[in-house]
């Protein structure tokens, strides 16, 4: 018997009566109409995260790299999206009429409502309306996440928001860098949030753990880096709530050691603890930050591999 081959496209199944399918090239171009209007509707929104992350880059510079690793979600899984022809779903309408309804609230309804980030949950909840209307039940399996992903931690966080744990994270700063700078031989003391750090000539330097040194915007950015490498370099579960559980800690971390550098510093010059300076050494912290979370990864991997049951019960060499 001879066969015949096919193309991917020809393997696609043959739609039902009443149910429109299409095809990726018809999806890549709804979406780009959709995307436009997408853009047109909530430009004001848009423009103040990309504002936020432009102008603040040591600590909201996140939120302008966060789109593209939504995207790179999306292509990691292009195989399975790709896999049969998209079927839309009219109820997407709804979810982009409700998404639509909470944006306009936060613009003209009271005062109360009036919150950047109930508006950032109507864009989110009027993008998923046009990802399930354009491509379906089934794509949204693997959508759902890096929109949700995106909406999350692509979005700067209101200062109301932000205020319910500053303060606590301000004080263990504080502390940590208090202990920290004592343990390594220089003297400092401390006063609610100021740090007095003692030179060898006697003077002393202080130091204010303001808001800015809270590491909230920190612990944000920490958890986005955490839930992306969990979902992309670990299997299990329990190895993923645990790295992303383990982004607070190691964020508190590298804020405590930031903090202390600024103290050290501040004994050379203190002109060297404020303004873009500051912000510099924040931003250098980052990289040992970040192979700190590369190690303990590699420790649940570990962990992970160890805890595998052999098949049969004999022990794997």
Request: proline residues 4%; positive net charge.
């Amino acid at each position: 018997m001879s066969t015949v081959a096919t193309s991917p496209s020809a393997r696609f199944q043959e739609p039902s009566r009443g149910t429109i399918q299409l095809t990726p090239t018809m999806a890549l171009v709804g979406g780009v109409v959709l995307f436009l209007i997408f853009v047109s509707v909530f430009w004001h929104f848009l423009y103040m995260q990309v504002r936020s992350g432009v102008e603040e880059p040591a600590d909201w510079g996140h939120v302008l790299v966060i789109p593209f690793v939504s995207g790179w979600f999306i292509w990691l899984r292009r195989e399975e999206l790709l896999r049969q022809p998209f079927k839309p779903a009219w109820s997407g309408l709804i979810l982009m009429v409700v998404g639509l309804l909470i944006y306009a609230m936060t613009l003209l309804g009271p005062v109360a409502l009036q919150h950047p980030n109930f508006q950032g949950g109507g864009v989110v909840l009027t993008l998923c309306g046009m990802a399930l209307l354009l491509c379906g039940w089934r794509a949204m399996k693997w959508l759902w996440f890096p929109i949700v992903y995106w909406g999350i931690f692509g979005q700067r966080i209101s200062e109301q928001a932000l205020q319910v744990v500053t303060l606590r994270l301000q004080d263990i700063a504080a502390r940590g860098a208090y202990f920290l700078l004592n343990a390594i031989g220089f003297d400092t003391d401390i006063a609610g949030n100021i740090l007095t750090v003692h030179g060898s000539d006697g003077v002393a330097h202080p130091l204010n753990v303001a808001e800015a040194c809270s590491g909230m915007r920190m612990l944000v950015a920490f958890m986005a880096l955490g839930v992306a490498m969990a979902v992309v370099g670990l299997d299990k579960w329990w190895q993923r709530a645990a790295l992303i559980v383990m982004a607070a800690p190691v964020a508190v971390a590298v804020n405590i050691l930031r903090v202390a550098t600024l103290g050290l510093l501040s004994l050379r010059d203190v002109n060297m603890v404020q303004g873009e300076f500051h912000h510099f050494v924040g931003m250098v912290w980052l990289v040992p930050g970040f192979i700190m979370f590369l190690g303990v990864q590699w420790c649940l991997k570990v962990l992970g591999e160890g805890w595998r049951v052999p098949v049969g019960g004999a022990h794997a060499r």
